[in-house]
C-alpha cells in the first residue's frame, strides 16, 4: 500500500495544467460537453482527462448526474478540494503570464 509521501509524489509527477482546467471547466459548468466546447475538446477528451485526474488523485472527484453521463451534479469533498487549489494554479499562471 502507498504511503501518503508516495501519494503525493505520484500526484506532482503525474498531474497537468490540461487536468486542473478540465476539471475547473467541468467545475464550473456542470456539463461535461459545455466543458468540452469551452476548453476546445471533444466531449470524450474530457471525460478521459477527468478520469485521468481521478486516477491519480485516487478517487472521484465530480458526482455525474444520474440522468446522462454528460451532466454534473457537483463535485465531491475531494474535488472542492482541489478545486480551490487548481483555480489558484491557474491565477498564478495567469498573472505570470500578464508579468512577462
Same mark, same amino acid.
Not at 471525460?47 to 491519480?56: D, H, V, Y
Given at each position: 500500500?502507498?504511503?501518503?509521501?508516495?501519494?503525493?509524489?505520484?500526484?506532482?509527477?503525474? =498531474?497537468?495544467?490540461?487536468?486542473?482546467?478540465?476539471?475547473?471547466?467541468?467545475?464550473?459548468?456542470?456539463?461535461?460537453?459545455?466543458?468540452?466546447?469551452?476548453?476546445?475538446? #471533444?466531449?470524450?477528451?474530457? #471525460?478521459?482527462?477527468?478520469?485521468?485526474?481521478?486516477?491519480? =488523485?485516487?478517487?472521484?472527484?465530480?458526482?455525474?448526474?444520474?440522468?446522462?453521463?454528460?451532466?454534473?451534479?457537483?463535485?465531491?469533498?475531494?474535488?472542492?478540494?482541489?478545486?480551490?487549489?487548481?483555480?489558484?494554479?491557474?491565477?498564478?499562471?495567469?498573472?505570470?503570464?500578464?508579468?512577462?
Amino acid at each position: 500500500m502507498k504511503t501518503p509521501a508516495d501519494l503525493r509524489q505520484d500526484f506532482l509527477r503525474n =498531474v497537468q495544467l490540461r487536468h486542473l482546467r478540465c476539471l475547473v471547466a467541468v467545475a464550473q459548468e456542470r456539463h461535461l460537453a459545455r466543458a468540452a466546447e469551452r476548453l476546445a475538446l #471533444s466531449q470524450p477528451a474530457v #471525460s478521459k482527462t477527468l478520469s485521468e485526474l481521478e486516477a491519480i =488523485v485516487g478517487t472521484r472527484l465530480v458526482d455525474r448526474s444520474k440522468a446522462g453521463r454528460r451532466g454534473v451534479q457537483g463535485l465531491t469533498a475531494a474535488g472542492e478540494q482541489l478545486l480551490a487549489h487548481a483555480l489558484r494554479v491557474l491565477e498564478a499562471l495567469d498573472a505570470s503570464a500578464q508579468a512577462v
